[in-house]
């Protein structure tokens, strides 16, 4: 088991990091809070989660123990894997995931990309009477869902850019120049429009 990572930031990417521990880069899955704390070039630290999958180990990283738990707790769900929870937390800090979770809220939990209704009503129904354990308080916590009236592609992009360090006016521009994507295949994953609008702000 892994615990924790620290070391130097070699590499940011829209959903990884890479980081270096004395010549030695292992490259972590991150959720959005714990990519923004991340600086390129500079000393990191990532609570860390190993899991394996069809003989393929892969480390995930996390803010604190308490988002580390909630990515673990997430997993004990019937057919909630990896990249799922992670796209959860990447929406949800703890208290607002447990928020949603005590408050039964379905359209909350059905904003995050791959999970429909009965994903989410597996989360309701199994992790209930779990999320306490968390040990945070969701007293006045909502859910982080965007409240504006742009696209969730275009919110969760955007939203991805800055945590990066790009000005809301920079990742607004490279929004725009990634949506004929969308208009050509409405399915294209945020992943894949992450790295193409990190191309666009490359050039």
Do not use: Y
């Not at 990896?82 to 447990?98: E, G, I, R, T």
């Not at 999970?115 to 006045?140: F, I, Q, T």
């Not at 521009?173 to 409405?186: S, Y």
Request: proline residues 5%; contains cysteine.
């Amino acid at each position: 088991m892994i615990a924790h990572l620290t070391g130097t930031v070699s590499a940011i990417r829209a959903t990884t990091a890479v980081i270096d521990l004395g010549g030695l880069g292992l490259e972590v899955q991150c959720t959005a809070r714990a990519l923004a704390g991340l600086r390129l070039g500079e000393r990191g630290h990532l609570e860390t989660s190993l899991q394996m999958r069809q003989e393929t180990f892969t480390l995930f990283g996390f803010v604190d123990p308490t988002e580390r738990e909630a990515f673990e707790m997430l997993l004990g769900v019937n057919a909630v894997g990896p990249k799922l929870a992670l796209a959860v937390l990447s929406l949800f800090d703890p208290p607002a995931f447990v928020a949603a979770i005590l408050a039964e809220d379905l359209a909350a939990l059905t904003r995050v990309p791959g999970v429909g209704k009965k994903s989410a009503e597996r989360m309701l129904v199994e992790l209930k009477d779990k999320v306490v354990r968390l040990g945070v308080d969701p007293v006045g916590h909502r859910p982080s869902v965007p409240a504006d009236e742009r696209p969730l592609w275009r919110q969760q992009v955007a939203g991805g850019l800055q945590g990066l360090g790009w000005s809301a006016k920079e990742a607004e521009l490279a929004c725009d120049a990634v949506e004929p994507l969308v208009v050509e295949d409405p399915s294209i994953g945020v992943a894949q429009l992450m790295r193409a609008a990190l191309q666009s702000l490359a050039k």
